[in-house]
Nanobody, 122 residues
């Protein structure tokens, strides 16, 4: 059974950095696009960053451009999200997702991890 598992969340202060990781198992995600979404209480799930199957194309949500960086290690079935210059408004549950194409909409992704909490204090 396909599984995605996130790690690396935590409580940090504004301006700090975090590195999230997502390990895929039980399924060959080698040719899948992968993405990070986030959801804050009372808000819709939004795209943070996406990366295509070979890592040559990336896409970012407008609010994180220039601060977050997505990368993937195909050999280890792992993707990472480097979060720099964190702001309190980045506080959310961050989810890893996989799909056959690098979509911007969460509804187009059919594999999801359980999420990891990121809290940024001011």
């Amino acid at each position: 059974q396909a599984q995605l598992l996130e790690s690396g969340g935590g409580l940090v202060q504004a301006g700090d950095s975090l590195r999230l990781s997502c390990v895929a198992s039980g399924h060959t995600f080698e040719h899948y696009a992968m993405a990070w979404f986030r959801q804050a209480p009372g808000r819709e799930r939004e795209l943070v960053a996406a990366i295509n199957w070979n890592g040559e194309r990336t896409d970012y949500g407008d609010s994180v451009k220039g601060r977050f960086t997505i990368s993937r290690d195909v050999a280890s079935n792992t993707i990472h999200l480097q979060l720099d210059s964190l702001k309190p408004e980045d506080t959310a549950v961050y989810y890893c997702a996989a799909a056959t194409y690098m979509w911007r909409l969460a509804s187009n992704y059919n594999h999801w991890g359980p999420g990891t909490q990121v809290t940024v204090s001011s």
